[in-house]
């Protein structure tokens, strides 16, 4: 009889059907890397499908739960729920990234299984060029993490001349980086559908440049959540390019992405009630910088660039 404690891998995502409106959750579980269990669930309050996140939680510890588990969940509300409640599952190990070979192969097995029902009822839509009136925009993100809790600030600044202040809680920076970028495409897909992305986190250029993007180990919430997004519009036909600029380096974009990241978490931090003036001021500076820069891309790769695979 084996000795190891088993290792298990839930991914679960929403999705609305683009006539309708339903919502849906698809779900996938693997252990040991053997066939997964995957299908749909309809998503029908406030909780987002999580429900059925914890029933086949509860339907993996009941069949082998036996010695233990050690179980990857992307999700950290599920993560934190699940935390809260190790006293009734002996031998729970939650993990929060996917690392060694057997949890890797688990991953991989139920990443290919969910893939493969999304792409039955989602099939691969045909390429959608950008609109002649939409140029490519180009934005700066970046994230300011204290050292102290888990506020972290969000910064954007665009090629147009528009600036964001967010705020989120992260585990690391590197989350906050991601999150950044997700926070990005969000806002800005809807304008152009050519958007190059100014990162000065070599981590998440390496990783949004991945050739497989979807099969690569997920370290966060923030990186699952970025990593589908970028996946999700370059199969809608955009173009979503990924470049490395070092901070703190002179380069305007990113000079204002880090300033609007420090000045959000110091509002979120200090429970600031207006940020008016702060953010207008970001975005009187930018647009007078723009005015007299040069290439907001570089158009050689140095020290201080790296080029969009």
Same mark, same amino acid.
């Given at each position: 009889?084996?000795?190891?404690?088993?290792?298990?891998?839930?991914?679960? =995502?929403?999705?609305?059907?683009?006539?309708? &409106?339903?919502?849906?959750?698809?779900?996938?579980?693997?252990? +040991?890397? +053997?066939?997964?269990?995957? &299908?749909? *669930?309809?998503? %029908?309050?406030?909780?987002?499908?999580?429900?059925?996140?914890?029933?086949?939680? !509860?339907?993996?510890?009941?069949?082998?739960?036996?010695?233990?588990?050690?179980?990857?969940?992307?999700?950290?509300?599920?993560?934190?729920?699940?935390?809260?409640?190790?006293?009734?599952?002996?031998?729970?190990?939650? @993990?929060?990234?996917?690392?060694?070979?057997?949890?890797?192969?688990?991953?991989?097995?139920?990443?290919?299984?969910?893939?493969?029902? $999304?792409?039955? $009822?989602?099939?691969?839509?045909?390429?959608?060029?950008?609109?002649?009136?939409?140029?490519?925009?180009?934005?700066?993100?970046?994230?300011?993490? /204290?050292?102290?809790?888990?506020?972290? /600030?969000? /910064?954007?600044?665009?090629?147009? /001349? =528009?600036?964001?202040?967010?705020?989120?809680?992260?585990?690391?920076? !590197?989350?906050?980086?991601?999150?950044?970028?997700?926070?990005?495409?969000? @806002?800005?897909?809807?304008?152009?559908?050519?958007?190059?992305?100014?990162?000065?986190? =070599?981590?998440?250029?390496?990783?949004?440049?991945? +050739? *497989?993007?979807?099969?690569?180990?997920?370290? #966060?919430?923030?990186? %699952?959540?970025?990593?589908? $997004?970028?996946?999700?519009?370059? $199969?809608?036909?955009?173009?979503?390019?990924?470049?490395?600029?070092?901070?703190?380096?002179?380069?305007?974009?990113?000079?204002?992405?880090?300033?609007?990241?420090?000045?959000?978490?110091?509002?979120? =931090?200090?429970?600031?009630?207006?940020?008016?003036?702060?953010?207008? @001021?970001?975005?009187?500076? !930018?647009?007078?910088?723009? @005015?007299?820069?040069?290439?907001?891309?570089?158009?050689?790769? #140095?020290?201080?660039?790296?080029?969009?695979?």
């Amino acid at each position: 009889m084996s000795t190891h404690i088993p290792v298990a891998v839930i991914q679960h =995502q929403r999705f609305i059907h683009r006539v309708t &409106g339903a919502e849906s959750l698809l779900l996938s579980s693997a252990v +040991e890397g +053997e066939e997964a269990v995957t &299908g749909w *669930h309809p998503v %029908t309050d406030g909780c987002g499908g999580r429900e059925w996140v914890v029933e086949r939680f !509860l339907a993996l510890w009941a069949a082998h739960g036996a010695r233990g588990l050690v179980l990857y969940v992307p999700d950290r509300l599920i993560r934190d729920l699940l935390a809260e409640q190790l006293d009734a599952f002996p031998g729970l190990v939650l @993990r929060d990234v996917v690392s060694g070979a057997r949890l890797v192969a688990a991953w991989e097995t139920c990443r290919a299984a969910f893939e493969e029902q $999304r792409e039955e $009822r989602f099939p691969e839509p045909p390429p959608r060029p950008a609109p002649e009136e939409a140029p490519p925009l180009v934005i700066a993100t970046d994230a300011s993490r /204290g050292s102290r809790g888990k506020v972290t /600030g969000l /910064g954007i600044a665009t090629s147009a /001349g =528009q600036v964001q202040m967010l705020s989120t809680r992260t585990d690391t920076i !590197l989350a906050g980086e991601f999150a950044a970028v997700n926070a990005a495409l969000e @806002r800005y897909f809807s304008t152009s559908w050519t958007l190059d992305i100014l990162t000065d986190s =070599q981590k998440v250029w390496a990783r949004l440049n991945e +050739e *497989h993007l979807l099969e690569g180990p997920m370290r #966060s919430p923030e990186e %699952t959540r970025c990593v589908q $997004r970028v996946w999700d519009m370059r $199969r809608l036909g955009a173009t979503v390019r990924v470049h490395w600029v070092r901070g703190h380096n002179g380069h305007v974009l990113n000079d204002v992405a880090d300033r609007a990241a420090v000045a959000a978490r110091r509002k979120a =931090q200090w429970k600031l009630d207006d940020s008016s003036a702060i953010l207008e @001021r970001l975005r009187t500076d !930018l647009r007078e910088e723009l @005015r007299t820069c040069g290439d907001l891309v570089p158009r050689a790769e #140095s020290r201080d660039y790296r080029a969009a695979a």
